[in-house]
């Protein structure tokens, strides 16, 4: 017995009997949020993500849905289209996995310090995701309630806790920008964010607002009608509820919201991103943030104070007519006072500045003069070409003739000869006293 003795190995001595141990096979959780990880592999080049990863992921969600493929991967989730079995189309949002992991928890250390001593408890990735998806079901069915006809949010056929995604109708779209840039028209583009502004003013009557409004999350549907998107960022205000965590996705933020992590977001924080979002309608492309995400987690007020008022000026004098600027100005001032206090108020003041400034006759870029000038007797006329500046402006050929279309009429009603062909002799005139005006209002 005594020989058979073994002292005992020091603390931290122990050997594994057996380190070939096999692992356990991955739940259905961590397998499905493997997936989805696979995906976001693909971020820059998302056309080169093979349909079998996606597929894989349709397949845990709905057997029955055949995978078209991945359409896009964004700051919430990851959009995949497919198809049920009376071929109808659906869109699957699946959220990021971190939003997945975390689920109902509080979140960890780290978030503790990126949140600056926010009340943890409200800071539930999931829960915020979830609520998302039910204000985006609340919302469609007060649309459809209501016949408002001008705006349409996709319908959702489920909105699932675990594994975090939501099912929806796949709406046949186009962005707003893509839609807008053919007709090179700034009063069409501006009467499209008028438009928008329309829809906003519903949603916020409804109680909601989208916390991240921008062109890219605006589309047309065949019907011409607005498609607002992407509403699992959205907040209901009448709940006492405020589910927020470092939503640094945002893009059009004011100061105080990129300081609070969203925090008391309230309307007149909306109409700061519709300020912006005006600019892009403008100009026909998206604007760069203003805040990055880690000047938005380490950066203090002042700093962020300071950058945004350099931002905004900045894009104020892009802005040629003096009533759009002030418009742009007033909505995304950062002092919440200073601002419009209703989407109403700001959709009656861009009207009156489209009605009371230059819009009346249109700025345009040097190569639509050029274009005027080789489709009127003006330029084919004595072989003169008229010196211009290159000043770049923001109106199109549309505006030109629309312009030149109204000097038509006017011509013809003062003549009063009723010519079948409606074409004046005195176009060169026209044009002439077009690019007359333009100079004195120092436009060219």
């Given at each position: 017995m005594k020989g058979d003795?073994?002292?005992?190995?020091?603390?931290g001595k122990?050997?594994?009997?057996?380190?070939?141990?096999?692992?356990?096979?991955p739940?259905?959780e961590e397998?499905?949020?493997?997936?989805?990880?696979?995906v976001?592999?693909?971020?820059?080049?998302?056309k080169?993500?093979?349909?079998?990863?996606?597929a894989?992921i349709?397949?845990?969600?709905n057997?029955k849905?055949?995978?078209?493929?991945?359409?896009?991967i964004?700051?919430e989730?990851?959009?995949?289209?497919a198809?049920?079995t009376s071929?109808?189309?659906?869109?699957l949002?699946?959220a990021?996995?971190h939003a997945?992991?975390?689920?109902?928890?509080r979140?960890?250390?780290?978030d503790?310090?990126m949140?600056?001593g926010?009340?943890v408890?409200?800071?539930?990735?999931?829960?915020?995701?979830?609520?998302?998806?039910?204000?985006?079901?609340?919302?469609?069915?007060?649309?459809?309630?209501?016949?408002?006809?001008?705006?349409?949010?996709?319908?959702?056929?489920?909105?699932?806790?675990?594994?975090?995604?939501?099912d929806?109708?796949?709406?046949?779209?186009?962005s707003?920008?893509?839609?807008?840039?053919?007709?090179?028209?700034?009063?069409?583009?501006?009467?499209?964010?008028?438009?928008?502004?329309e829809?906003m003013?519903?949603v916020h009557?409804?109680?909601?607002?989208?916390?991240?409004i921008?062109?890219?999350?605006?589309?047309i549907?065949r019907?011409d009608?607005?498609?607002?998107?992407?509403w699992?960022?959205?907040?209901?205000?009448?709940?006492?509820?405020d589910?927020?965590?470092?939503?640094?996705?945002?893009?059009?933020?004011?100061?105080?919201?990129?300081n609070?992590?969203?925090?008391?977001?309230?309307i007149a924080d909306?109409i700061?991103?519709?300020?912006?979002?005006?600019?892009?309608?403008?100009?026909?492309n998206?604007?760069?943030?203003?805040?990055?995400?880690?000047?938005?987690?380490?950066s203090k007020?002042a700093?962020?104070?300071?950058?945004?008022t350099?931002?905004?000026?900045?894009?104020a004098?892009?802005?040629?007519?003096?009533?759009?600027?002030?418009v742009?100005?007033?909505?995304?001032d950062?002092?919440e006072?200073y601002?419009?206090?209703?989407?109403?108020?700001?959709?009656?003041a861009?009207?009156?500045?489209?009605?009371?400034?230059?819009?009346?006759?249109?700025t345009?870029?040097?190569?639509?003069?050029?274009?005027i000038?080789?489709?009127?007797?003006?330029?084919?006329?004595?072989?003169?070409?008229?010196?211009?500046?290159?000043?770049i402006?923001?109106?199109?050929?549309e505006?030109?003739?629309?312009?030149l279309?109204q000097?038509?009429?006017?011509q013809?009603?003062?003549?009063?000869?009723?010519?079948?062909?409606?074409?004046c002799?005195k176009?060169d005139?026209?044009?002439?006293?077009?690019i007359?005006?333009?100079r004195?209002?120092?436009?060219?």
């Open positions: 003795f073994k002292p005992l190995q020091p603390p122990f050997k594994a009997q057996n380190t070939n141990i096999p692992k356990p096979p739940t259905e397998s499905f949020l493997h997936l989805v990880t696979q976001l592999h693909y971020t820059e080049s998302k080169a993500c093979p349909l079998a990863v996606p894989s349709v397949e845990r969600i057997p849905y055949n995978c078209i493929g991945l359409h896009d964004g700051g989730g990851i959009i995949i289209r198809v049920d071929n109808l189309g659906h869109a949002k699946v990021l996995p997945q992991a975390i689920g109902n928890r979140v960890g250390i780290w503790k310090v949140f600056k926010m009340p408890d409200q800071n539930s990735y999931k829960m915020r995701y979830y609520e998302g998806g039910e204000i985006q079901i609340k919302l469609y069915r007060s649309l459809v309630r209501d016949a408002f006809a001008a705006l349409s949010v996709p319908m959702v056929y489920v909105n699932n806790l675990s594994p975090l995604y939501i929806m109708e796949w709406v046949e779209s186009i707003i920008l893509d839609y807008l840039k053919p007709r090179k028209s700034l009063k069409f583009s501006l009467e499209m964010f008028c438009k928008l502004l829809c003013e519903y009557g409804e109680g909601i607002v989208h916390r991240d921008k062109a890219g999350n605006i589309m549907g019907n009608n607005l498609v607002i998107i992407d699992t960022m959205s907040k209901d205000l009448r709940s006492n509820r589910l927020t965590y470092m939503i640094s996705a945002g893009t059009h933020l004011s100061p105080k919201i990129a609070q992590h969203f925090k008391d977001f309230s909306e700061v991103s519709l300020g912006f979002t005006m600019l892009e309608f403008f100009h026909g998206p604007l760069p943030r203003c805040f990055s995400k880690k000047e938005i987690v380490e007020s700093t962020l104070l300071r950058k945004y350099a931002y905004r000026a900045e894009l004098e892009t802005l040629v007519d003096r009533g759009l600027r002030d742009f100005l007033k909505a995304t950062p002092t006072k601002r419009y206090e209703l989407v109403s108020d700001f959709r009656v861009l009207l009156h500045a489209m009605k009371g400034t230059t819009m009346s006759l249109p345009v870029t040097a190569e639509v003069i050029d274009e000038h080789q489709r009127t007797i003006f330029a084919e006329g004595d072989g003169q070409k008229t010196t211009r500046s290159d000043v402006t923001h109106y199109g050929i505006d030109i003739r629309d312009t279309r000097f038509q009429e006017e013809c009603e003062l003549c009063g000869a009723n010519c079948s062909e409606k074409i002799h176009i005139e026209r044009v002439i006293k077009l007359l005006h333009l004195e209002e120092n436009l060219l």
